[in-house]
């Protein structure tokens, strides 16, 4: 379930002239059954609007003034979510002979045509306000306080973000109700300058066309959510278009060999994620996104992150989290892994947040080798990132919508999901072009398209030192030998090191690091002291063959000294 919530105003949409039909009222409680929350949004005074529609206290919680107070109707709680107006402003109001005025704990509201007279008020009593125009009245309050602000305040008491959120409205101050939801609406008495910004122009007028909306929620849940507003831009396809990944609809793939470029792409999608405010949990098992920005991280080469934390942070609405697990065992990797994804399914369900999953090294957190112990849900919002797609559990993979295939094995990828999921492999892939990648969706009968990625606003890695590029000198060079003596190959600066790690044979290679060469040459030569642990730690792992190792190895390197894109 996408959208978790409807937002709707009174007067001219659930009400006509005060009075709420019994069918509303039946449609609001059935939204309500299927598990999602109401909100009341008007700019009436709250012991009038509970004198005239007691059944409010269907109502999960009740903002009214036009957002100055917020109500429960559960516990009877109301929180003032503005100023007072002050008394001597009311009395220079009515000494102006302007009436009928209504005060309230936040707003004071009168009608047309006494706005200039109010006007003169408040620029007499040289105070900050703002007027609300609303289908004749005129609604007086501090600056920044609508329906919008609202909102905002009951969401955050019932945890819930406003991408998961409907509204719904009719006249002008909806405007920002509106707009500050996943999803607008206007019933079919709007005003037109609502019903043109609304997402959604309903049939209904009045509660007729709330009912509407409430039926279509639980039907289409996220089928009516806007995709400029909800959708993230990966890149652009050869026409110019737009292509764009949603948090709805089935996970996505994105997988290619070492050095592709995933985790600039991935970058990339988290600066996205964060221009629109959509919250994102990152598993990163090598520390690839350490750096991240518009992040919190927890986790470091040395201390485990604590699986607490990470469910404390992931409940505060304003927190991207970055889980880095480097400093275990990969078993211990994997337990951690599936601690995390069972708490974020569970906080899915009820707040809809983290709307973004991603899982770095998917192939290690959802092991094919070990898929009894996978437990993996999610059938939305869930970025997978691997080389190896064929490790990846096959429960997985079944649920991934998305394909996007980089480098030299994109074909093996496409074919990979396609025997995973049942689908057609797909026919006619076009040739990918610089700086382009292969992106499919399974469901599509169309083939792939070449989409050109949006490159990161930070540079992925951004620790370039006097070491990765410099001359250490001869003394303090690293030279490959190999068990036998028989090659005195030296490297300068770690660049080097890594071209000739890569060229090297396994038995060279496999010397230098279970001698813990490596480890030495980066203590005291490089001085480095984080990457020389990762090494050792690499080299006491005997379980990982020589692929693995330099591959990880390399990373290490390359996620510290901001060598080219290394997924």
């Known amino acids: 379930m996408y959208f978790l919530a409807l937002a709707t105003d009174f007067d001219g949409t659930i009400a006509h002239d005060g009075v709420v039909a019994a069918e509303t009222c039946a449609a609001l409680e059935q939204l309500k059954t ?44 109301e929180t003032l979510l503005s100023s007072p107006p002050p008394e001597s402003f009311v009395a220079r109001l009515r000494a102006k002979a302007v009436g009928p005025i209504s005060v309230g704990r936040g707003i004071v509201a009168s009608w047309e045509p006494h706005q200039n007279a109010v006007l003169d008020a408040i620029r007499e009593a040289g105070l900050e306000l703002q007027i609300v125009f609303n289908k004749g009245a005129i609604m007086i309050l501090p600056p920044g306080v609508n329906k919008a602000s609202g909102l905002a305040a009951a969401l955050r008491d019932l945890e819930l973000s406003p991408h998961n959120v409907v509204a719904v409205g009719d006249a002008e101050n909806d405007h920002a109700l509106l707009a500050a939801s996943g999803c607008g609406a206007a019933v079919a008495n709007a005003v037109p300058a ?36 909800h959708g993230i831009r990966i890149g652009v396809d050869r026409q110019g278009a737009d292509v764009l990944l949603t948090p709805f609809g089935g996970n996505v793939l994105i997988a290619g060999g070492s050095g592709c470029g995933k985790s600039t792409l991935a970058t990339a999608l988290s600066e996205r994620m964060a221009e629109k405010r959509f919250e994102f949990c990152i598993i990163d098992p090598e520390g690839d996104y350490v750096d991240l920005e518009h992040a919190v991280f927890i986790g470091t080469l040395r201390s485990p992150p604590p699986a607490g934390e990470a469910l404390k942070l992931l409940r505060d609405d304003a927190v991207n989290l970055v889980v880095n697990t480097q400093a275990l065992h990969r078993h211990d990797r994997r337990l951690l892994a599936a601690a995390v994804l069972v708490q974020v399914g569970r906080l899915r369900q009820r707040t809809g947040r983290p709307h973004w999953l991603l899982i770095d090294e998917a192939h290690e957190v959802l092991p094919a080798k070990d898929e009894a112990s996978v437990g993996f849900a999610d059938e939305g919002g869930t970025i997978l990132v691997t080389a190896y797609p064929h490790a990846v559990a096959a429960d997985a993979l079944r649920r991934i919508a998305v394909v996007v295939a980089m480098g030299r094995d994109a074909h093996e990828t496409l074919a990979c999901v396609a025997k995973a999921t049942g689908a057609a492999r797909p026919t006619g892939i076009p040739v990918p072009g610089p700086g382009e990648v292969l992106v499919w969706r399974v469901a599509s009968p169309e083939p792939p398209l070449c989409v050109k990625i949006s490159e990161p606003a930070q540079f992925h890695r951004r620790h370039r030192g006097k070491y990765a590029l410099g001359d250490v000198g001869s003394f303090r060079s690293f030279y490959f030998r190999g068990p036998d003596k028989a090659m005195n190959l030296p490297a300068r600066n770690l660049y080097r090191f890594i071209e000739i790690a890569d060229e090297v044979d396994d038995p060279t290679f496999e010397h230098h690091l279970r001698a813990g060469d490596y480890a030495a040459w980066f203590r005291h030569v490089i001085r480095d002291e984080d990457l020389a642990d990762e090494a050792a730690r690499i080299a006491r792992d005997t379980s990982l063959p020589p692929q693995e190792s330099r591959r990880q190895i390399r990373k290490a390197v390359w996620r510290r000294y901001a060598a080219p894109a290394e997924g």
């Open 34 to 77: 299927s598990g999602r929350r109401l909100i009341l949004v008007t700019g009436r005074e709250l012991p009038e609007l509970l004198r005239i529609f007691p059944q409010a206290a269907m109502f999960d919680r009740v903002v009214a003034e036009n957002g100055a107070l917020l109500f429960d109707p559960e516990t009877g709680r």
């Open 194 to 229: 609502v019903k043109e910004m609304a997402d959604l122009q309903l049939s209904g007028d009045h509660g007729a066309g709330v009912a509407e909306l409430a039926g279509r929620m639980i039907r289409e849940d996220a089928g009516l959510a806007p995709l400029p507003r």
